[in-house]
Nanobody, 124 residues
Framework: QVQLVESGGGLVQAGGSLRLSCAAS????????MGWFRQAPGKEREFVAA????????YYSDSVKGRFTISRDNAKNTVYLQMNNLKPEDTAVYYC?????????????????WGQGTQVTVSS
């Protein structure tokens, strides 16, 4: 079981940027696909972005496409989410998750390990 710890959340004005990081423990990180999900108050958790084990492919939800970029550094056991042009509707708790299958998935049920989440708040 990989342990995941998110960081980098905070308060930012609309139009600003943040970079989230997710540090993973263990030696098998490079085999996992990694995903970012978010949950806004009163809403269900939703898919944001995912990246293949190799970093060779990624996938984004329509709501963040063109504004967010997911990347990974397997040497540092870390996955990132660069968030640009943030909007108030991006306000949520952001979670990273690991998928042992290694391939991009948008389904929560495919992910076997989750971090504790980091709060992102975008003011208008």
């Amino acid at each position: 079981q990989v342990q995941l710890v998110e960081s980098g959340g905070g308060l930012v004005q609309a139009g600003g940027s943040l970079r989230l990081s997710c540090a993973a423990s263990g030696r098998t990180f490079s085999r996992y696909a990694m995903g970012w999900f978010r949950q806004a108050p009163g809403k269900e958790r939703e898919f944001v972005a995912a990246i293949k084990w190799s970093g060779g492919s990624s996938y984004y939800s329509d709501s963040v496409k063109g504004r967010f970029t997911i990347s990974r550094d397997n040497a540092k056991n870390t996955v990132y989410l660069q968030m640009n042009n943030l909007k108030p509707e991006d306000t949520a708790v952001y979670y990273c998750a690991a998928d042992r299958d290694g391939f991009v998935s948008t389904y929560e049920s495919d992910y076997h390990s989750w971090g504790q989440g980091t709060q992102v708040t975008v003011s208008s």
